[in-house]
């Protein structure tokens, strides 16, 4: 016989384990458009140069942190979708 240990969590890590879920995936994304977006205007406005794209990854990460932030500092968590 094998002995297993049940991890349980408790609900203020869950919370917290569902924020980081949202703030990181929410990172990804928006870094994810600002580089699309910095190569489209790199390649149709500016020639390929490479500070376009590097401007729409910056702007992306700031957003998700600035987003993050929010996630982190709001009393309500999560937004929630009311059917």
């Known amino acids: 016989m094998s002995t297993e240990q049940q991890v349980i969590s408790t609900p203020s890590q869950s919370i917290l384990n569902d924020r980081w879920d949202v703030v990181i995936s929410n990172t990804i994304v928006k870094t994810g458009l600002g580089f699309g977006v910095g190569v489209l205007a790199s390649v149709i406005a500016f020639k390929r140069r490479a500070f376009p794209v590097w ?3 910056g702007f ?3 957003r ?3 987003e993050g932030d929010a996630v982190f500092r709001s009393n309500a968590g999560l937004r929630t979708v009311k059917a």
């Open 60 to 62: 992306g990460l700031g």
């Open 55 to 57: 401007l729409g990854v």
């Open 64 to 66: 998700g942190y600035a």
